[in-house]
């Protein structure tokens, strides 16, 4: 069955840190990989998707991610975090040729310190 | 940002109420999901819309039921609210006409509480 994992549910780091936030994910193929992110009581933003091409993704906010096949992960990094990121972030996956149903990761919560 | 809205954004009722939640959108998109959001669970796909009148289940829909008969709503309907039901319910759309459009849109959310 397809799922994806975000290992850490709570990450803390200091403002001007870098950051990378983890996620691997179960699928039989390729999936299209996506990252959003969620501010409290707001909706989700995306920012960034893979479908296929470069491993490396840019995304809105300084944020990038690498596709790594080999290890089955799509980890979000940020090289130094602002005081504004402190949100929820989600990694999802999609079917390609299907639906496009997202399956998501449980989130990762970050908080950022002054 | 994408042209969806949900009403109503925040409910409580009491268990046993039918309750009816609504996503519209202007942004004439194909395809309609609608996700419910709990700790520790993230997102998890209730119903979805290929098209009007077109619906299937996703991964938790009993005890939720989904309408479309216009491009631009999608109807989700808790027939007989339960307290398991509390939860944030996102809308999300997409356009998934061209390849590379692959992406889904949320809405702002309808906080629901069941008493």
């Known amino acids: 069955a397809q799922s994806v994992t975000q290992p850490d549910i709570h990450i803390t780091v200091s403002e001007g840190a870098s950051l990378e936030l983890r996620c691997n994910y179960s699928?039989?193929?390729?999936?299209?990989l996506f990252w959003y992110v969620q501010s409290p009581g707001q909706g989700l933003q995306l920012l960034l998707k893979?479908?296929?091409?470069?491993?490396l993704v840019q995304g809105i906010k300084g944020f990038e991610a690498e596709f790594k096949r080999s290890q089955s992960s799509f980890n979000l990094r940020k090289p130094s975090v602002h005081w504004s990121d402190a949100a929820e972030y989600f990694c999802?996956?999609?079917?390609?040729?299907?639906?496009?149903?997202?399956?998501f990761g449980a989130g990762t919560r970050l908080a950022v310190h002054p | 940002d994408a042209g969806i809205t949900q009403s109503p954004r925040h409910k409580v009722t009491e268990t046993g109420t039918p309750v009816t939640l609504r996503c519209h959108q202007t942004?004439?998109?194909?395809?309609m999901y609608w996700y419910r959001q709990d700790p520790g669970h993230g997102l998890r796909l209730i119903h979805y819309?290929?098209?009007?009148?077109?619906?299937d289940k996703g991964e938790v829909s009993d005890g939720y039921s989904v309408s479309r008969s216009k491009t631009e709503d999608f109807l989700l309907t808790l027939e007989s609210a339960t307290s398991s039901q509390t939860s944030v319910y996102f809308c999300?759309?997409?356009?998934?006409?061209?390849?590379?459009?692959?992406?889904?849109?949320f809405g702002p959310g309808t906080r629901l509480t069941v008493l």
């Open positions: 699928y039989g193929a390729t999936p299209y």
């Open positions: 999300a759309i997409s356009p998934r006409e061209l390849k590379g459009t692959d992406t889904q849109y």
């Open positions: 893979y479908f296929s091409g470069d491993t």
């Open positions: 819309s290929y098209g009007v009148k077109d619906t």
């Open positions: 942004e004439n998109h194909r395809y």
């Open positions: 999802a996956v999609g079917e390609p040729g299907g639906y496009n149903k997202l399956i």
